[in-house]
């Protein structure tokens, strides 16, 4: 006895634009613990949030006045993390990969956040 079965493939086209409007910018990336966030083109009164790959939200700041940030995870674990960036009209997604990295030296930008004690 022989099984028969019918497969349909419905197939789309998706567009993907690139707003660089939108673009958030994390550098260096991969990090040695300390990285910048940039925010460009972006209004005032953000809401930042880091997690790490379970989900757990390891780091939370409301309204952000500058565009332009610096983050410390010395002393979190080694590993990728995600970051959220809430607008008033979107939501934005970026990973954050954090390794062992020889940088250069970096000076502080902006808001310094120490995630070392939200844990």
Same mark, same amino acid.
């Given at each position: %006895?022989?099984?028969?079965?019918?497969?349909?493939?419905?197939?789309?086209?998706?567009?993907?634009?690139?707003?660089?409007?939108?673009?958030?910018?994390?550098?260096?990336?991969?990090?040695?613990?300390?990285?910048?966030?940039?925010?460009? &083109? %972006?209004?005032?009164?953000?809401?930042?949030?880091? %997690?790490?790959?379970?989900?757990? &939200?390891?780091?939370?700041?409301?309204?952000?006045?500058?565009?332009?940030?610096?983050?410390?995870?010395?002393?979190?674990?080694?590993?990728?993390?995600?970051?959220?960036?809430?607008?008033?009209?979107?939501?934005?997604?970026?990973?954050?990969?954090?390794?062992?990295?020889?940088?250069?030296?970096? &000076?502080?930008?902006?808001?310094?956040?120490?995630?070392? &004690?939200?844990?």
């Amino acid at each position: %006895m022989k099984s028969q079965f019918r497969v349909d493939f419905l197939t789309k086209k998706i567009k993907c634009y690139d707003n660089r409007e939108d673009k958030i910018v994390i550098f260096p990336n991969p990090n040695d613990g300390i990285f910048r966030i940039k925010l460009p &083109n %972006m209004d005032f009164n953000i809401d930042l949030k880091a %997690m790490n790959s379970e989900g757990k &939200n390891i780091y939370e700041e409301c309204n952000l006045k500058n565009n332009e940030i610096e983050i410390n995870l010395n002393g979190v674990a080694k590993g990728l993390y995600f970051l959220k960036v809430y607008t008033k009209e979107k939501v934005l997604f970026k990973s954050i990969s954090y390794t062992i990295v020889n940088g250069l030296p970096r &000076n502080k930008i902006g808001e310094s956040f120490n995630l070392k &004690n939200l844990i």
